[in-house]
């Protein structure tokens, strides 16, 4: 009995080191850059308010019209009320926003890819978007049912040369690949762009069809390709380190902060200087649409460093 | 049979120690998320350290009920303390027992800490949350009776530490600072009320119940002091009515609430169903509103006061939307000046009004006059800023 009873103890042991140093060999061989340099790309914040403040009125007025941002919008003609819902509200804040679809329909304006297989689609957009985004140094890639506030986007970006490369938005981790979700939208630098265009030519590095046996979704496709020319994935958040990119509708985050019963449920819930949500419905972009850029309570001045002005032609802003 | 057993064990043993450690390391090494990580030294940009200073301001103190302070951070807040100084409101909340914990709780929470003094009005008293106890039973039936008492008790024990007095129910979202606004522009010693201005039943029109109204202190003098003399009498449940009614006798005039360019602020519904959707054309409301309705974006102000039917998830987003989340940078088509009341640059003169009830060709008219000229207007206050978009 004891016999058998320290051979089960020492085969648990045993056991637990083969898989711990099976798993560190394979972190070993899978990793390509060291912890170190990790650590430093994981959070990328906004600037704070001392930093802009130390600029003069003219540099801050450059710097607002220097930082500028090309939106590829994914959208699908079974879905038209998105292209729609996206058209009337938050991409006309874009500096140029362009819609790519994956098949051609009538009404839907967009950039026909001819393409269902989400990986290419998205390849093809930002090949596309590459050539044809002129002075334009920011790139945001987003789904159908997500809202952004480009200013917001513009604000953590200000601060940052996008002749580097930067990859950023909500960042998660599987195994040792480090990616952006892609429902909550990804931004991208020209430079990271540049960089991930010229890795398309590559198709060992990155194939149009995955080698693996499974299909790695199109976010960590896209990460993997980047991580191959030295580009990481970055968490946008904010001075407090909540997160700028959200994959759920604000309505989603109000209700899980209520359910969590803290003191205060907005504050528990999402940041001011929030830069996406998704899963939003039409009518929620609208009633968004309202909120963000109109409904305010009077007598509260920002003393913002940027100035951006309403786009022409619009009345919901 | 001992070597045997034995084997088996150990292979059992290390069999049972591979998958233990491979679930533990999943959950602990493999799959993680970045957020809240904490701050790493230097980063890419090689920003400084940042002072805080925002952080230090966020802080809400949701036990400190009642006690006025900035919800708004980072920014500079002197119009809207002055305005809160210099236009007292009370707010008392029409709610009741069943209530409290599903609605009344999240009001509390929300909108009426900017209120200079809150009142929540049930029929009983409860000390825990506190509630004003009215003495009446509860039920659509007794709506008019409780807002009779509400008044009366608000005049009797706040009359004093309030210039104005807003009524609103535990399912309307009120937005203080614009209410302060719109009434900035008056006196408490004027006999007027305020409201989404509905026309039927009574000549000069009533105020919706749901969308909120508010008394200055000399109309509710006089509606509490007809009470008294039986000028004004419990007519019906009714309550926006029949208030409405009541306020016709006593020489209470109804105020237009709207923004300078014609906007409603007090709304009877929420904001997705005056933002997005279209009213049926047999829908009462068509027969109701005093004002024209308008429909999509330009139903409603930038400086929006209420909304009605909003759910408790739907009171915490407005108040995420109004006092939080804000597009950096932008500068609002809507540029409203200060109203008469304050001091400071802006002031207006005696000269400006508010727009009067004639619609908005005329101030359309006017925009494009200004813009053929090249002209920002600064006489009129309001008026949408002409944007040159830099290119």
Not at chain 2, 116 to 138: C, I
């Amino acid at each position: 009995m004891m016999s058998e009873g320290s051979s089960f103890m020492k085969g648990m042991v045993l056991g637990g080191l083969f898989c711990l140093v099976v798993s560190l060999i394979g972190s070993y061989t899978l990793g390509i850059q060291s912890n170190m340099e990790l650590h430093l790309h994981h959070h990328l914040k906004a600037p704070s308010k001392e930093e802009l403040q130390q600029l003069s009125e003219a540099q801050k007025l450059e710097l607002s019209q220097r930082v500028r941002v090309y939106c590829v919008i994914m959208v699908q003609p079974k879905i038209l009320q998105y292209w729609v819902a996206a058209k009337d509200t938050w991409s006309k804040h874009c500096d140029t926003a362009v819609f790519y679809t994956s098949e051609s329909a009538k009404v839907l304006e967009a950039v026909n890819l001819e393409e269902s297989d989400e990986w290419v689609r998205l390849r093809k957009a930002l090949s596309h978007a590459h050539e044809n985004s002129g002075e334009l140094q920011w790139f945001l890639v987003v789904r159908p049912t997500t809202f952004a506030i480009v200013e917001n986007l513009k604000y953590l970006v200000v601060d940052k040369d996008p002749s580097q490369p930067f990859y950023i938005g909500h960042a998660l981790k599987s195994g040792e690949l480090e990616y952006v979700e892609y429902q909550s939208g990804i931004v991208l630098s020209r430079e990271a762009l540049r960089r991930l265009v010229e890795v398309f030519k590559d198709e060992d590095r990155c194939p149009e069809q995955g080698r693996s046996l499974w299909k790695l979704s199109e976010e960590k496709q896209l990460a993997v390709c980047l991580k191959y020319t030295g580009v990481y994935a970055e968490n946008g958040e904010d001075s407090q380190g909540k997160g700028l990119f959200n994959s759920k509708t604000v309505s989603t985050l109000i209700s899980d902060s209520m359910t969590r019963n803290l003191p205060d449920v907005v504050e528990g819930c999402c940041s001011d200087m929030a830069i996406t949500f998704s899963g939003m419905t039409p009518n929620q972009m609208h009633v968004m649409m309202y909120g963000v850029y109109r409904l305010r309570p009077f007598g509260h001045t920002f003393h913002d460093s940027l100035i951006f002005l309403p786009p022409e032609g619009s009345d919901n802003d | 049979m001992k070597p045997i057993s034995s084997r088996f064990a150990f292979y059992l043993g290390f069999l049972l120690g591979t998958s233990t450690l491979y679930i533990f390391l999943r959950q602990t090494w493999f799959e993680r998320g970045f957020s809240r990580r904490p701050n790493s030294p230097g980063s890419v940009a090689g920003l400084k350290a940042r002072l805080d200073a925002e952080g230090n301001t966020w802080k809400t103190d949701a036990h400190i009920q009642l006690h006025h302070h900035n919800h708004v951070t980072g920014q500079d807040s002197r119009v809207a303390d002055e305005l809160y100084e210099k236009v007292r409101v009370l707010c008392w909340v029409m709610t009741g027992p069943k209530n409290l914990q599903s609605k009344a709780r999240h009001v509390k929470a929300t909108w009426t800490r900017h209120c200079n003094v809150a009142l929540f009005m049930s029929s009983v008293d409860d000390p825990d949350f506190p509630t004003v106890g009215l003495g009446t039973k509860e039920g659509r039936d007794q709506l008019y009776w409780k807002t009779i008492r509400a008044f009366q008790y608000a005049l009797e024990h706040h009359g004093d530490e309030a210039d104005w007095f807003l009524k609103a129910d535990d399912d309307t979202f009120v937005v203080l600072e614009n209410l302060r606004w719109v009434l900035a522009n008056h006196t408490a010693e004027e006999p007027v009320y305020f409201g989404k201005r509905f026309k039927p039943y009574v000549r000069q029109g009533y105020m919706s119940g749901g969308a909120g109204y508010v008394l200055s202190k000399e109309a509710l003098r006089r509606f509490v002091e007809a009470f008294r003399t039986q000028a004004c009498t419990h007519t019906s449940p009714v309550e926006d009515l029949a208030l409405g009614q009541c306020m016709e006798k006593i020489g209470v005039k109804p105020g237009d609430s709207r923004d300078t360019l014609a906007r409603e602020t007090f709304h009877p519904f929420g904001p997705e169903q005056h933002l997005t959707r279209e009213f049926p054309k047999s829908f009462w409301y068509w027969n109701y509103c005093h004002y024209p309705i308008v429909q999509g974006p330009q139903c409603c102000s930038d400086l929006a006061i209420s909304f009605h039917y909003v759910s408790p998830d739907v009171m915490y987003l407005l108040e995420y939307y109004t006092y939080h989340l804000r597009a950096y940078g932008y500068k609002h088509r809507y540029q409203p000046l200060p109203p008469r009341a304050l001091s400071g640059p802006g002031k207006t003169d005696a000269s400006q009004e508010k727009m009067p009830d004639t619609g908005r060709t005329e101030e359309k008219q006017e925009a494009a006059a200004a813009a053929a000229a090249g002209v920002k207007k600064p006489a009129r206050s309001g008026n949408v800023v002409l944007q040159e978009k830099q290119q």
